[in-house]
DNA sequence: TTTTGGCACTCTGGTTGTAAGAGTGCTAAT
DNA sequence: ATTAGCACTCTTACAACCAGAGTGCCAAAA
């Protein structure tokens, strides 16, 4: 029988009380033993029958004990078989999805609406929300538009996605004349609306190299002011992601070594690691988990990590998810991050669609 | 000699020890014992000597003993009068100076440099480092923009303060013509310039109900969708202040009960209270410090608090200050809190003065 | 009068021993 | 295939104990 199992899987009755025991652990904390597990698989058998399928379970590397006479909890591969074959995920109740909506609809911009969005996540779940911030490649530009305030001071209007407003100040060398900037924004509206900017600096560049003979004087002012407009976009941003409600992971007893939360916290300030593990998770849709040391980051050795990614024109954008210990109720966490997801990307592309 | 103590307060040697002590506890941690400070006073009296004096200080109030067979520690009082009376205050190293004026002068708007100001606090004490923004009378209005982005949508720019930029989008119930905006917005620029934000909102106010009859009709107009633009303006802001490195607090041993933590953490969240308490800091120059119980604010118990307002045009409009354990290095922070405070002062009045 | 050495006392923190409880693995019986 | 029984292991709580640190007080020394 053993040998069964080995080759061709688990049975039923070994799957049925691997889900218990999972269940049971993420809702105690506790090893779960064959006595407590008995009583609750509601399969009267013995606790002696339990230990035998226990057994044969940690040999399959599923659970494990942490010492010879405590209770049975789940490895890695254990939460993973049962979030991948055993988990029945609860659907959400429609107050809450249109509690999500009430919050996320009546935002005007992007940022508030990011922020929002990671703030739902770690409220609802009590754990940690983030946010990424959209790629640059989506942000399409929409007009610009030059205010001189003084003699060598132009304030740079850009306005992006249908609804974003960007704003910096920019130095020229040269001097620019109120009409320049005028046409300058006019001819950079008419050429250049609808494309991202990521292309524009290109197109710019491109341009700057070119023989100028080729173009009108009108153009090449306007290239000349426009290229220190985008310059500055195009720099650093200042912060990759949202995160919202860490003070939340203080709750978890299993997390709260002041040294893993010290470890934790610094790598969120640290951030590239954990973008790049994020950007991974843009290709493709849908939700992802990376189960303790899954994700391949130290730092989040005890926490598993729920994401999805949301998408702005049907192309994903931007992940989001949340943080939090392993041992976290994966059956809610699972449809709220994806239900944020969606209504994330939805209030995102509202803006563009309807003028309201 | 324990009634002079009482009346005329303590002598050179008392006030010495308690020097000592207390500079002994704030770097150890540990309440001192007779013995360690006999040792490191350096005035060759016997432990017993020095116990003697230790229990007047206790008398007194100053100090006091965990339990009976442990050193003494500093109470609240005690810390009171060394920081009042006995404190010898570092003098900052030029590089410090330098290092914080590299980071402000370059940046370009307020938001950015309330940040950085935090920031600098938070990493060279390695405690919570915190700036209140700016009070809104202490907003000035510079020159206002309509653009229209479509029928329904008018996007408004709002620079104030010399420098800094906002915007937001208005949906205005009537129509406005290109030039009816450009219009309002050269009546409102010529009107109101240099105001501040709050009359300014006073004033629309009036002029909205005054009888309409004897203002001109541009002036109606303008004043119509000012008052839009104003008002959304006028609305709850979104923070009160920017709070960094409050994780710098798990570090120290006295707080790290996860208890504590969740206490104050919450209570960043909270605001209320603590805005209360920032206010009241407003009003006078000059570093200002609660030790633990004086804030009068439960949360901060074990913490103390030093504050100092920063001020634009000789008026005070803001305060900033760092937050950490009641044992930490007062000699090191006062002057850092002070620095910053003038600093940022300087950063925020210099955009105004100087166009580069 | 001030300082000091001496001494009894107290409290903490670490170590050790013990007993109870929980859970296991194995074997033999059902 | 399941179960009861049993010996075994490991954790946890509790008590006892001891060493160390520090105190307060008193009487002697300066």
Redesign the pocket.
Known sequence: ?NEIYKLSGLNE?AQHLLKVLVERYISDG????????SREAGL?????????V??DL?DLGLIT????????MPTVSGYRFFIDSLLTVKPLQNEIIHQFQRDLEPLDNAGDILETASRLLSDMTHMAGLVTLPRREAVTFRMIEFLPLSEQRILVILVTNEQEVQNRIIHPTKQFSASELTSAANYLNAVYAGKDLVTIRECLLHELQQTREQMNQEAIRATEIADLAFQVSGQKRKKDFVLTGEMNLLDFDELASMERMRILFSAFRQKEDLVHLLDRCLESSGVKIFIGEESGYEPLEQCSLVTASYAIDDHNVGVLGVIGPTRMKYERVIPLVDLTAKLLGAALNHKSLSPS
Chains 1, 2 share one sequence.
């Open positions: 029988m009755r506790q090893p779960v033993g064959s006595r407590a597990l009267s058998l013995s606790p002696a029958t339990i230990r035998n226990m057994a940690e004990a942490p010492h010879t006479s405590a209770g049975r």
